[in-house]
């Protein structure tokens, strides 16, 4: 998934909406950022914003189309997000490409109706929305971060969670870097244990589920399951880094559980 | 007492720090010839290293070999049995022969990632390595 906003409020809320239901989602802050992007890797579907500074989201998706009517490749799903719900934007955005509409603000409802009629494979009822990838904490482990394993090394010492979580990221971009660059299996294998441990210790539970599936693979010599089991560890990583910031994991510890229930509850 | 930790992950390295202040100072390095430098340079000095925490999977020198080195090191300093450091084997690989071949190579205990604090007191103590 890729979601396309410059707005960094947006982008938590939608990429934590998006997350929940179980997609995996990159983050581009511009329609320029956007093109590029998807000429280096597949995607199952864009959300676009519409108004973004450098290129907008009707010149990005022309620029997409015209991209794949050269290459003759398929068709990628595009859904514009627009805060415009005036007449004719939902038929400027049609003229430019794109294959529907949504107003803001998003709803998860309409974001699980939107992956259900547009994710290849999964037709109409919408996928089941999945236990909440970031939560309080009390409940399921079907999830793709648990907080309590931060809020336990902030019991350990003051600030601690915090400086973990900043080191961990630090290094995660920095192996995700190399995982993309690296050859060698016996590195890969090396890179994707550290990340595994990393994750462990921080709670990012589907980083750490990513992580050993690669290592496995790598260390059996499955040259053949690895490209896509990396593909899937990138964009996890790329995912905990967009999803997993600072600032929200300081409110996670610091404010009081929120509620289970809440859809806005990042 | 003095603690060396070998960890490539900046993450449990920070845990593995944090758990340990109350026990006395702690060096992190993240490589094994690191470690092997550092562990020596101690010996030299005379004040070497009581507690050596080390990670398997790291680059150049893994933490098996790192194990076999510092005993060789030991035996070279006369400092064997009891008169040498307490290692500890603190990895993410579980897998039995590891673990046999790390005790066959005398390291004192080992710890599965991730490690939590009780666990990790708890085998500190049955080393008799208490907080300073």
């Known amino acids: 998934m890729l979601l396309v906003e410059d707005n960094e409020v947006n982008q938590r809320v939608g990429s934590a909406m998006l997350i929940r239901l179980g997609a995996r989602v990159v983050i581009a802050a511009n329609g320029r950022i956007a093109v590029t992007m998807t000429a280096q890797q597949r995607f199952d579907l864009v959300f676009m914003d519409c108004q973004m500074p450098e290129m907008d989201g009707y010149a990005a998706t022309e620029a997409i189309r015209a991209r794949e009517r050269l290459t003759g490749a398929a068709r990628l799903p595009i859904v514009a997000l627009t805060a415009n719900a005036m007449p004719g934007t939902r038929e400027q955005c049609l003229a430019a490409g794109m294959n529907d509409y949504v107003a803001k603000p998003i709803s998860a409802q309409e974001f699980a109706a939107m992956l259900g009629r547009w994710l290849p494979g999964s037709g109409s009822p919408p996928i089941p929305v999945r236990p909440a990838a970031v939560n309080d904490g009390t409940g399921d482990d079907d999830r793709a971060f648990d907080p309590r394993c931060l809020r336990k090394l902030e019991e350990m010492e003051t600030g601690l969670a915090l400086q973990i979580l900043t080191v961990f990221r630090a290094d995660l971009a920095q192996s995700l870097e190399t995982l993309t660059r690296s050859n060698g299996l016996a590195e890969i294998a090396r890179i994707a244990h550290k990340i595994k441990g990393g994750s462990a210790s921080i709670g990012a539970l589907a980083l750490r589920a990513s992580a050993s599936d690669l290592e496995q693979a790598a260390q059996a010599d499955d040259v053949a399951s690895c490209p896509r089991l990396l593909s899937v560890l990138v964009q996890a990583g790329h995912a905990f880094l967009a999803a997993i910031r600072p600032e929200i994991v300081s409110n996670l510890l610091h404010a009081p559980p929120p509620n289970r229930n809440d859809p806005c509850a990042p | ?132």
Do not use: H, W
């Open chain 2, 1 to 132: 007492m003095r603690t060396l930790i070998a960890e490539d992950d900046p993450t449990c390295s920070l845990i593995l720090t944090s758990m340990l202040k109350p026990y006395g100072p702690t060096l992190a390095v993240a490589d094994g010839t690191s470690v092997i430098r550092e562990f020596t340079a101690a010996l030299v000095k005379q004040q070497p290293y009581d507690l050596v925490c080390l990670d398997i999977m790291m680059p150049e020198l893994d933490g098996q070999a790192c194990l076999r080195c510092i005993r060789e090191i030991e035996r070279g300093f006369a400092r064997e049995g009891r008169a040498g450091a307490r290692i500890l084997m603190i990895t993410g690989v579980a897998k039995p022969e590891t673990i046999f071949s790390a005790f066959r190579s005398q390291c004192d205990g080992y710890l599965v990632k991730p490690v939590d604090r009780a666990r990790f007191v708890a085998q500190l103590g049955e080393l008799e390595l208490t907080p300073a």
